[in-house]
T-cell receptor, first 115, second 108 residues
Framework: KAGVTQTPRYLIKTRGQQVTLSCSPI?????VSWYQQTPGQGLQFLFE???????NKGNFPGRFSGRQFSNSRSEMNVSTLELGDSALYLC??????????????FGPGTRLTVT | GIQVEQSPPDLILQEGANSTLRCNFS?????LQWFHQNPWGQLINLFY???GTKQNGRLSATTVATERYSLLYISSSQTTDSGVYFC??????????FGTGTRLTVIP
């Protein structure tokens, strides 16, 4: 079974621009979660999508948004990029069933650099 | 939110040595996972272990949920074990809270 895939793997953007990252979960998984990893803040939860609906959200500004498609693929968008948005963005896939095990599996990440 | 603390923050071992990494958490959890982050940034699943003990080759893990801690044991360490080890927990919602990690360096 194929793992979680993320595209692109590396990205360089300029302050003020916007960016869209993509994640394809493991086949059969309906939940996709996004995390941001920075040296200063560590790994932090951004949001979770399940069945095309945002089910859970972390403490990030509204510039960070996402969506999920009917095939469970997800995209996240960051608008008006700031230098502090430079980070490794990780996507995680899980079954997402309520009360279930929901072991999460991570993709390879997208490394975003904002200049 | 829940606090997750990992110790030690850094660990340097000679190849062949054994080690124990610890994860303490501040509240009840319904999921606990251990990950190894490779040099390219990918998080590799090691264990899903909300309670009990599991073993996988040279690695094993134990979670004592009632006392809110988990331990990861690495035996006969190899240079390929180097990297950062994260503990992550989940409470009600389906998102993980990560510890700050233990950076392991194994010297040949």
């Amino acid at each position: 079974k194929a793992g979680v895939t993320q595209t692109p793997r590396y990205l360089i953007k300029t302050r003020g621009q916007q960016v869209t990252l993509s994640c394809s979960p493991i086949s059969g998984h309906r939940s996709v979660s996004w995390y941001q990893q920075t040296p200063g803040q560590g790994l932090q939860f951004l949001f979770e999508y399940f069945s095309e609906t945002q089910r859970n959200k972390g403490n990030f500004p509204g510039r960070f948004s996402g969506r999920q498609f009917s095939n469970s693929r997800s995209e996240m968008n960051v608008s008006t990029l700031e230098l502090g948005d430079s980070a490794l963005y990780l996507c995680a896939s899980s079954l997402g069933t309520s009360g279930g095990a929901n072991e999460q599996y991570f993709g390879p990440g997208t490394r975003l650099t904002v200049t | 939110g829940i606090q997750v603390e990992q110790s030690p923050p850094d660990l340097i071992l000679q190849e062949g040595a054994n080690s124990t990494l610890r994860c303490n958490f501040s509240d009840s959890v319904n999921n606990l996972q251990w990950f190894h982050q490779n040099p390219w940034g990918q998080l590799i699943n090691l264990f899903y272990i909300p309670s009990g003990t599991k073993q996988n080759g040279r690695l094993s893990a134990t979670t004592v949920a009632t006392e809110r801690y988990s331990l990861l044991y690495i035996s006969s360490s190899q240079t390929t074990d180097s990297g950062v080890y994260f503990c992550a927990v989940k409470t009600g919602a389906n998102n993980l809270f990560f510890g700050t990690g233990t950076r392991l360096t194994v010297i040949p």
